[in-house]
């Protein structure tokens, strides 16, 4: 453990008058100590992510650019009706 850092950020949380920077802080301390939490998946969300599987491995999936050229073109034809 760098004794030094710590002491150098305790000082500088010490010395903050910054709420939002603290808020920002605690955030992140917050998020660290919740890594160590294993989430479990509800039964539907489960679900959902055997069906992604099913499909992905039926070949039921489109690629990046397949993607980007049915939204622009969904996109475009929003346009048409205004």
């Given at each position: ?23 920002q802080l605690?955030?992140v301390f ?33 690629s990046n ?18």
């Open positions: 453990m760098d004794i030094q850092l710590k002491e150098k950020l305790i000082a500088k949380i010490n010395s903050t008058n910054d709420d939002e920077l603290l808020r605690l955030r917050n998020l660290e100590s919740k890594t160590d939490e294993c989430y479990s998946l509800s039964e539907k969300e489960t679900d959902a992510v055997n069906e992604g599987i099913a499909q992905l491995d039926q070949g039921m999936f489109l650019e397949e993607a980007n050229l049915q939204a622009n073109q969904v996109l475009k034809k929003g346009d048409e009706s205004e």
